[in-house]
C-alpha cells in the first residue's frame, strides 16, 4: 500500500477544509482552521493507498507554517474559490511559495471550488483552464458542497505521483541486470 501526503493551499475561506471534510468524511462544513490533517484509505486502479491531507490556513501571518507544510507534502491542490476573483489572483503566490520550497517540480492540480455557486462566479471555467496550461497541471472545478469531482480530485492526484513516482524509479529498475530464468539465487558470503 502506497502513502501520499497532500497539502491543501490556497487563500482563506476557499474551501480548503471543506475539500478535505468531504473528501475523507463525507460530508459537508465550514470550520476556519489553522492547520489540520485528515486521514483516508482508499482504491484508486485496484490499489490501496492511504491519503494524508494537510489542510493549510490561507492567511499571511501562518506563511512561515505553509513552508513546513510544502516540505512536508507529496502533492499539492492549489484552491481557489470560483465566486472570488481575488482567490484566483493570489494562486500564484501559493505556488510560487511551494515553488521555492520544493527543489524538484512539484505534483499539483489546480482547482476551482465553490462550482456549486454558479450565479455569483467571478472567474470563468476558462480562466482556470488557462491558468492550468500555464503552470503545467490539471485542472478540476469542484464543490466540496454538493461533493461534485471531491473524490476525483483526490484519485487523479494520486494516480500523478504514482506515475512520477514509477517514472523516477524507472531507470534505476532498469539498470538492475536481470537474472536468467531457471538461475537460482546463489549467498556469498565474503
Known amino acids: 500500500m502506497d502513502n501520499w501526503r497532500v497539502a491543501v493551499l490556497g487563500d482563506g475561506g476557499v474551501g480548503k477544509t471543506a475539500l478535505a471534510v468531504q473528501f475523507t468524511l463525507n460530508c459537508f462544513t465550514y470550520d476556519p482552521t489553522i492547520e489540520d490533517a485528515y486521514r483516508k484509505q482508499l482504491v484508486v486502479d485496484n490499489r490501496m493507498c492511504f491519503v494524508e491531507v494537510i489542510d493549510t490556513a ?45 527543489r524538484q517540480k512539484p505534483i499539483f492540480i489546480l482547482v476551482g471550488n465553490k462550482a456549486d455557486k454558479q450565479l455569483e462566479r467571478e472567474v470563468t471555467r476558462e480562466e482556470g483552464i488557462t491558468l492550468a496550461r500555464q503552470f503545467g497541471c490539471e485542472f478540476l472545478e469542484t464543490s466540496a458542497k454538493t461533493a461534485q469531482n471531491v473524490e476525483r480530485l483526490f484519485t487523479s492526484l494520486v494516480r500523478s505521483l504514482r506515475q512520477t513516482k514509477q517514472l523516477e524509479q524507472g531507470p534505476a ?3 538492475r541486470p536481470q537474472k536468467p530464468e531457471g538461475t537460482k539465487r546463489k549467498c556469498i558470503i565474503m
Open 173 to 175: 529498475a532498469l539498470a
Open 58 to 102: 490561507g492567511q499571511e501571518e501562518y506563511a512561515t507554517l505553509r513552508d513546513q507544510w510544502v516540505r512536508e507534502g507529496q502533492g499539492f491542490i492549489l484552491v481557489y474559490s470560483i465566486a472570488s476573483r481575488a482567490t484566483f489572483d493570489r494562486v500564484e503566490v501559493f505556488r510560487q511559495s511551494m515553488m521555492r520550497v520544493k
